[in-house]
């Protein structure tokens, strides 16, 4: 059994794949269903890719599609797959035992994915007609655990196989919007690095699960310069049935409320237009914040804010900023709500403009890698009070968990947006005309830590 080489090209490839990026991988350790051992975890469109080891690997990556794992200074391309095994009962829980160096390849797919699959299967064969199985009658055949069915069968709902008919009651088999062809949905992310991000995976993912396809735009809304002109060019040249904006400006969003191919507005200035969209309701935090600095004494209080949210038309939370600090007796003005050029330099600009004369006390950053950038530019200046100075960052990453002390930021579920995007395409898929609007409740986390105004 080939396909197994040491070092040389495939070394090299590993390496390579920090800058590729193909897939999405991690290193993890754990105790698993297969009697301990280490493991590293990679997921690549529908399928988990397991690696089981008796040493802990150094990394695990994609390459072109391939799955390399690394132990120390050697790479193992795991190109053959043999398969065999079987869990739950019913589905293939998908097994390769290729050992080198004591690795064993799993490939498979997750246990929702598999039930979601053999119950699709069973309601298109007419195995049950009027009400479905109850949930633990399904995981009892299925040899699985009830909240692994119970997702399935939401997952069904979201389909339109099934319909939910209220609480402890069985639900109703339909049927009758099960899709015969797969909807492509394009993605226009604000910038390329957003590819990863966890929900936008998790996006893809899913529909990829519900029988549909996830494709991304050729250029980025940064790329684009957030221009509705460029952005409509790039439409019409990646013609597809349905679009989600990420992050879009709200000359975007006007002009593509009115197109009649439905587009979905993931964030963005989205308020009073017509068209679907879901994101984080910012401002309750937002007036938290506000209300606990100036308590604390803080009076010079700015916003650094993306281009797109700052010229023109300001966005609804930063007008609402504004408007809080002027009903608290704050007079504002551009200090508040500074301009500045996107890029390295501008943005240091910026800052040296801001604290030259009157250094704000308190700096809400829209970005949370233009706040670990701010954190940066006050660690490497003189001057206990600018050490001082509170950064509260509207945009939650694992990042900030590493910070310390601990960055106030806001946080929300973003799987609520994921849950809405999923039905606003299954909507879509069905011929339904949608254009709700969800906005997800955020909250303030590390309000405790916002320490008074350095004076």
Not at 9 to 18: G, M
Not at 27 to 33: I, V
Not at 254 to 260: A, D, G, L, N
């Amino acid at each position: 059994m080939g396909g197994f080489a040491k070092r040389g090209a495939e070394q090299e490839a590993c390496d390579a794949s920090r800058e590729t990026r193909n897939g999405l991988d991690w290193s993890l350790g754990f105790h698993g269903d297969f009697r301990g051992g280490f493991w590293s975890f990679g997921l690549q469109g529908n399928c988990l890719f397991a690696v089981r080891c008796l040493v802990q690997p150094t990394c695990t990556k994609f390459v072109s599609g391939v799955l390399v794992v690394r132990f120390g200074e050697e790479s193992f391309p795991m190109y053959d797959q043999s398969f065999s095994g079987h869990a739950p009962k019913r589905k293939p829980f998908f097994i390769a035992n290729h050992c080198v160096s004591g690795t064993v390849v799993a490939v498979l797919k997750t246990y929702v994915e598999q039930v979601v699959e053999a119950l699709r299967e069973d309601l298109e064969a007419g195995r049950w007609t009027g009400t479905m199985p109850g949930r633990d009658r399904l995981a009892r055949e299925l040899g699985v655990n009830g909240r692994t069915v119970d997702r399935a069968l939401s997952q069904l709902e979201t389909e339109g196989m099934l319909e939910s008919q209220g609480e402890g009651r069985a639900r109703k088999i339909t049927l009758k919007a099960r899709r015969t062809t797969v909807l492509e949905v394009k993605f226009v992310l604000y910038e390329r690095s957003d590819r990863f991000a966890d929900y936008v995976l998790e996006l893809q993912r899913r529909l990829e699960s519900a029988g549909h396809r996830l494709t991304f735009g050729s250029k980025s809304l940064i790329e684009l310069k957030q221009d509705p002109v460029r952005v409509a060019r790039m439409v019409e040249a990646e013609p597809a049935p349905a679009w989600i904006l990420q992050a879009a400006a709200r000359p975007v969003l006007k002009r593509f409320s009115q197109s009649p191919v439905p587009f979905f507005a993931c964030f963005g200035s989205m308020e009073a237009l017509p068209i679907a969209g879901a994101g984080p309701r910012y401002l309750p935090p937002l007036r938290e914040a506000l209300e606990i600095l100036i308590d604390r004494g803080h009076r010079k209080i700015v916003m650094l804010a993306r281009e797109e949210r700052r010229t023109g038309e300001l966005g609804v939370f930063e007008q609402g900023f504004l408007d809080e600090l002027e009903g608290r007796g704050i007079s504002t003005g551009p200090y508040n709500l500074p301009e500045w050029e996107e890029s390295p330099e501008g943005l240091r600009e910026c800052l040296d403009r801001l604290f030259a004369v009157s250094p704000p006390t308190a700096v809400f950053i829209e970005d949370r890698l233009l706040c670990l950038a701010v954190k940066n530019y006050l660690a490497a200046q003189r001057g206990a009070k600018l050490r001082q100075v509170v950064l509260i960052c509207t945009d939650y990453g694992p990042s900030l968990d590493w910070c310390d002390p601990p960055i106030p930021h806001f946080k929300w579920d973003k799987q609520a947006v994921v849950r809405r995007m999923l039905r606003w395409v299954d909507n879509v898929a069905r011929g339904k005309k949608d254009l709700l609007q969800q906005l997800t409740p955020a909250k303030l986390v590390g309000g405790d830590c916002i320490m008074p105004a350095a004076m």
